[in-house]
C-alpha cells in the first residue's frame, strides 16, 4: 500500500529535527523526515555550537531568546546533556563603524531584555586576559551566551520525536515532487512516493536544489567555512568567552582540553568544496596569534570544513514558498541555524497548524520578502 503522511520534512538537521518535534507535540502524528546521510550528519554536525542573543534584529534576537530557554533547560526537557557551557560571547570592535553598529545593537537588545554590556578597552582583561586590545576601540558582552554540542542536542530532539510517532528515515534522499495544479501531492523518495499536502525543505545548504526539483528558486547559496582545534593547551585560561574580533571573523572559544578557533576567507566562492584549505589554515593561525600572542604555543590537533548557507540578507527563509500550495522552506540561516533551532521549530509548527507564528513573529523572514522588496539585514554575522 502506498505511504501516506500529513508533512514530510526534508533534512534531519536541528532544523528538521525540530520542527518534526514541535509539530508532532500539536498533533500532527503522521510525519515524515527524509534524511540522505544520518541525523545531524550533515550542516549540523559541522557546526562550531554557537549559542548567542546578540543579533541586530529584533527577529532574532526573539528567536534567540526562545532558543536559548530551551537549551538552558534541555536535560530536563529531552533528558539529553548538550554540553551548554555559558562563558558569554566577548565581541571586539576595531573601528569606528564596528562601534556605532553594535552600540545600536546593544541598545536594541538591552530594550528587549537581552543582559549585554558595553565594555571599554580596559575593561575586556578581566575577561580575557589571552587578547591583545591596543587596537581595540569598545567590546560587547553577553553571559548567557555559550556553547554547546550539536549533535548530542539535535540527536536527543529527534529521538524525543521518534517517541511521539514521527518516522525519520536516514539515507534516504527526496529525490523530487509531486505537484498537481499548483499545490504540493507527494514527495519522491528513490522509486516511493510518499502521499502528502505538506512539503518542508529544511535542507540547509542544500535546499536551492531541493527546491529546483519543486521548479522553484530558493536564494540559498553555500559558502565554505572552516574550523581548528589544538592539542590539549592551557596558556589560555579554560573560563575565557567566545572571543570575536569582527573586523576578520576570527573566533576562538574552550573545547576539551584545547580551543576551536575560525576565520571565514572572504575570497571562497560560493560551492560545496569541504577541502580544507592548508594556506587558509595559517593565516587563520596567523591571525590568531595575533590577536593571542599566547597561542604561539599551540599546535593544531585537525580542521574541517562546513557550509553557511547563506542568503542576500544574511537572514532565513521561513514559511510557506507561495509558487506552490503547501511547500514551506526553513532554512538560509547564515551560521546562525543551531542556536535558533527549537524557536524555529515552535514557530514553523505554529506557522503550519495555526496560521500563523505566535511565539515569535516570523514575517519579517517570510521567502516572499526579496520579491516584495523588504529584505531585513542581520549585520551581526560573523
Given amino acids: 500500500?502506498?505511504?501516506?503522511?500529513?508533512?514530510?520534512?526534508?533534512?534531519?538537521?536541528?532544523?528538521?529535527?525540530?520542527?518534526?518535534?514541535?509539530?508532532?507535540?500539536?498533533?500532527?502524528?503522521?510525519?515524515?523526515?527524509?534524511?540522505?546521510?544520518?541525523?545531524?550528519?550533515?550542516?549540523t554536525a559541522d557546526a562550531a555550537g554557537g549559542i548567542r542573543l546578540q543579533f541586530s534584529t529584533e527577529t532574532n534576537i526573539r528567536l534567540a531568546q526562545v532558543s536559548l530557554d530551551v537549551w538552558e533547560n534541555f536535560p530536563e526537557l529531552f533528558g539529553t546533556e548538550i554540553g551548554l557551557r555559558q562563558q558569554g560571547?566577548?565581541?571586539?570592535?576595531?573601528t569606528e563603524d564596528e562601534v556605532q553598529?553594535?552600540?545600536a545593537n546593544a541598545a536594541l537588545q538591552q530594550s528587549l531584555g537581552v543582559p549585554v554590556r558595553w565594555l571599554d578597552p580596559a575593561e575586556i582583561g578581566a575577561l580575557n586576559p589571552a587578547v591583545r586590545v591596543d587596537d581595540v576601540l569598545g567590546a560587547t558582552f553577553c553571559p548567557r551566551?555559550?556553547?554547546?554540542?550539536?549533535?548530542?542536542?539535535t540527536t536527543?530532539?529527534?529521538?524525543?520525536?521518534?517517541?511521539?510517532?514521527?518516522?525519520?528515515?536516514?539515507?534516504?534522499?527526496?529525490?523530487?515532487?509531486?505537484?498537481?495544479?499548483?499545490?504540493?501531492?507527494?514527495?519522491?523518495?528513490?522509486?516511493?512516493?510518499?502521499?502528502?499536502?505538506?512539503?518542508?525543505?529544511?535542507?540547509?545548504?542544500?535546499?536551492?536544489?531541493?527546491?529546483?526539483?519543486?521548479?522553484?528558486?530558493?536564494?540559498?547559496l553555500p559558502y565554505r567555512r572552516m574550523s581548528f582545534i589544538t592539542e590539549p593547551f592551557d596558556a589560555v585560561p579554560a573560563s575565557v568567552p567566545m572571543t570575536i574580533e569582527f573586523r576578520s571573523g576570527l573566533?576562538?572559544?574552550?573545547?576539551?582540553?584545547?580551543?576551536?578557533?575560525?576565520?571565514?576567507?572572504?575570497?571562497?566562492?560560493?560551492g560545496f568544496n569541504k577541502t580544507v584549505d592548508d594556506e587558509w589554515m595559517l593565516r587563520t593561525v596567523e591571525a590568531l596569534c595575533a590577536r593571542a600572542p599566547a597561542f604561539e604555543e599551540a599546535r593544531v590537533m585537525r580542521g574541517w570544513a562546513g557550509f553557511y548557507e547563506i542568503t542576500p540578507d544574511d537572514n532565513p527563509l521561513l514559511g510557506w514558498i507561495d509558487e506552490v500550495e503547501g511547500l514551506a522552506v526553513a532554512a538560509g540561516f547564515s551560521g546562525h541555524g543551531?542556536?535558533?533551532?527549537p524557536a524555529v521549530g515552535m514557530c514553523m509548527a505554529e506557522l503550519i497548524t495555526e496560521g500563523r507564528a505566535t511565539t515569535v513573529?516570523?514575517?519579517?523572514?517570510?521567502?516572499?520578502?526579496?520579491?516584495?522588496?523588504?529584505?531585513?539585514q542581520e549585520h551581526n554575522v560573523i
Avoid at 145 to 153: E, R
Wanted: hydrophobic content about 45%; charged content about 20%.
Fill in 1 to 43: 500500500m502506498a505511504r501516506t503522511a500529513e508533512a514530510v520534512i526534508i533534512g534531519a538537521g536541528i532544523m528538521g529535527c525540530s520542527i518534526a518535534y514541535y509539530l508532532a507535540s500539536r498533533g500532527v502524528k503522521d510525519i515524515v523526515v527524509l534524511e540522505q546521510d544520518q541525523i545531524a550528519r550533515g550542516a
Fill in 101 to 103: 553598529t553594535f552600540r
Fill in 251 to 270: 573566533y576562538f572559544h574552550p573545547e576539551s582540553h584545547g580551543f576551536l578557533f575560525g576565520m571565514a576567507n572572504p575570497d571562497d566562492p560560493p
Fill in 156 to 220: 536527543g530532539i529527534a529521538r524525543a520525536a521518534r517517541q511521539l510517532g514521527v518516522e525519520i528515515r536516514e539515507e534516504t534522499a527526496a529525490t523530487g515532487f509531486v505537484i498537481d495544479s499548483g499545490r504540493v501531492r507527494g514527495v519522491r523518495a528513490g522509486d516511493e512516493v510518499i502521499s502528502t499536502p505538506l512539503a518542508i525543505i529544511c535542507a540547509g545548504p542544500y535546499s536551492r536544489g531541493v527546491g529546483e526539483l519543486a521548479g522553484v528558486d530558493i536564494p540559498i
Fill in 89 to 94: 560571547y566577548l565581541f571586539l570592535l576595531t
Fill in 338 to 341: 543551531f542556536m535558533q533551532g
Fill in 361 to 376: 513573529d516570523i514575517s519579517a523572514f517570510a521567502p516572499s520578502r526579496f520579491r516584495e522588496g523588504r529584505p531585513s
Fill in 145 to 153: 551566551d555559550g556553547w554547546a554540542d550539536p549533535y548530542s542536542a
